[in-house]
């Protein structure tokens, strides 16, 4: 038998918070009764569209008590002036540069282009508002756009996070909008030796260490459908292969019920294989362990 560690984690993008996205979120956790990885974004309390909205409450409903709490960072204007640093219009994602305007303009842009001591502002403010609101401890960041660079770990070993996931796989975004466009020349760089086998490990910065957890199998965003088999058997032969093999796999709360039956199909596709077993896990389960055996 083949045991597949499989982590389901979901980006929380700051921009809305639609019912389909949290009943669909909801109806998921409910059918395979997994734990989940949320990598909340404090951008909610500051966006006008949003932080009248219940948000709080919206979270709280969502995650059950199995669930995780990571931090999630993009760089729009309203938070950003929030935590008193100055906004940047560039880098961006695309480039044809960022397409929201007003207090949303920055959600585009790649958190490499600030500096040090401005990502420790928007990192600790993160960290503030979300712990405060009781949704933490916070030790697992993903950034926006999967856009991770040395000046960013550091901050996030100043504010005392153990687990870093935006490590990804260029490749993944094929066939999708983003294919040849900034997001996925920076993911090559960014991640050159990353691939879907990719196996979690060790940062070291400051004399300390963040575990990686390889985004290794992407954002379902992305995925084309004809993909979901050949993934999901991608994974089997990853985890008879190596040891230590974790599956990780990325969603988008603000996109969830436009996506979830491909993940659906790709968990079913797995459970199809007579000598395969899906075990679901999260970040720290993951850390744990390694601790475990060191």
Same mark, same amino acid.
């Given at each position: 038998?083949?045991?597949?560690? %499989?982590?389901?984690?979901?980006?929380?993008?700051?921009?809305? &918070?639609? *019912?389909?996205? +949290?009943?669909?979120? #909801?109806? @998921?956790?409910?059918?395979?009764?997994?734990?989940?990885?949320?990598?909340?974004?404090?951008?909610?309390?500051?966006?006008?569209?949003?932080?009248?909205?219940?948000?709080?409450?919206?979270?709280?409903?969502?995650?059950?008590?199995?669930?995780?709490?990571?931090?999630?960072?993009?760089?729009?204007?309203?938070?950003?002036?929030?935590?008193?640093?100055?906004?940047?219009?560039?880098?961006?994602?695309?480039?044809?540069?960022?397409?929201?305007?007003?207090?949303?303009?920055?959600?585009?842009?790649?958190?490499?282009?600030?500096?040090?001591?401005? %990502?420790?502002?928007?990192?600790?403010?993160?960290?503030?508002? &979300?712990? *405060?609101?009781? +949704?933490?401890?916070? #030790?697992? @960041?993903?950034?926006?756009?999967?856009?991770?660079?040395?000046?960013?770990?550091?901050?996030?070993?100043?504010?005392?996070?153990?687990?870093?996931?935006?490590?990804?796989?260029?490749?993944?975004?094929?066939?999708?909008?983003?294919?040849?466009?900034?997001?996925?020349?920076?993911?090559?760089?960014?991640?050159?030796?990353?691939?879907?086998?990719?196996?979690?490990?060790?940062?070291?910065?400051?004399?300390?260490?963040?575990?990686?957890?390889?985004?290794?199998?992407?954002?379902?965003?992305?995925?084309?459908?004809?993909?979901?088999?050949?993934?999901?058997?991608?994974?089997?032969?990853?985890?008879?292969?190596?040891?230590?093999?974790?599956?990780?796999?990325?969603?988008?709360?603000?996109?969830?019920?436009?996506?979830?039956?491909?993940?659906?199909?790709?968990?079913?596709?797995?459970?199809?294989?007579?000598?395969?077993?899906?075990?679901?896990?999260?970040?720290?389960?993951?850390?744990?362990?390694?601790?475990?055996?060191?």
């Amino acid at each position: 038998m083949v045991n597949i560690k %499989l982590i389901i984690s979901m980006d929380w993008e700051g921009c809305d &918070l639609l *019912d389909r996205n +949290l009943d669909s979120i #909801k109806e @998921f956790k409910k059918k395979w009764n997994c734990p989940i990885t949320h990598y909340l974004n404090a951008g909610y309390y500051t966006n006008p569209n949003t932080m009248m909205d219940q948000v709080t409450d919206k979270i709280h409903m969502t995650m059950q008590s199995d669930d995780e709490a990571g931090l999630h960072l993009h760089a729009p204007r309203h938070f950003v002036e929030s935590a008193g640093v100055g906004l940047k219009n560039g880098p961006t994602f695309s480039k044809h540069g960022d397409y929201n305007s007003g207090q949303e303009f920055g959600q585009e842009v790649m958190l490499h282009g600030y500096s040090k001591p401005e %990502l420790d502002r928007l990192i600790s403010h993160s960290k503030t508002i &979300l712990e *405060d609101k009781g +949704l933490g401890p916070l #030790k697992s @960041f993903r950034a926006g756009g999967w856009m991770c660079d040395e000046k960013l770990i550091d901050s996030l070993a100043d504010n005392e996070f153990e687990i870093e996931s935006s490590a990804t796989v260029a490749e993944l975004l094929e066939g999708s909008s983003w294919e040849n466009d900034n997001l996925q020349r920076y993911i090559s760089l960014m991640w050159d030796d990353i691939t879907m086998d990719s196996s979690p490990y060790y940062l070291t910065t400051n004399n300390r260490k963040l575990l990686e957890i390889p985004n290794n199998l992407g954002a379902i965003d992305y995925w084309q459908p004809s993909w979901i088999e050949i993934l999901a058997q991608k994974c089997i032969e990853n985890a008879q292969n190596k040891t230590n093999y974790v599956a990780v796999i990325n969603s988008h709360q603000e996109t969830f019920s436009d996506n979830v039956d491909k993940l659906t199909s790709f968990i079913e596709s797995i459970k199809l294989c007579p000598y395969a077993n899906v075990q679901f896990t999260n970040n720290q389960e993951v850390l744990n362990k390694l601790k475990e055996s060191a």
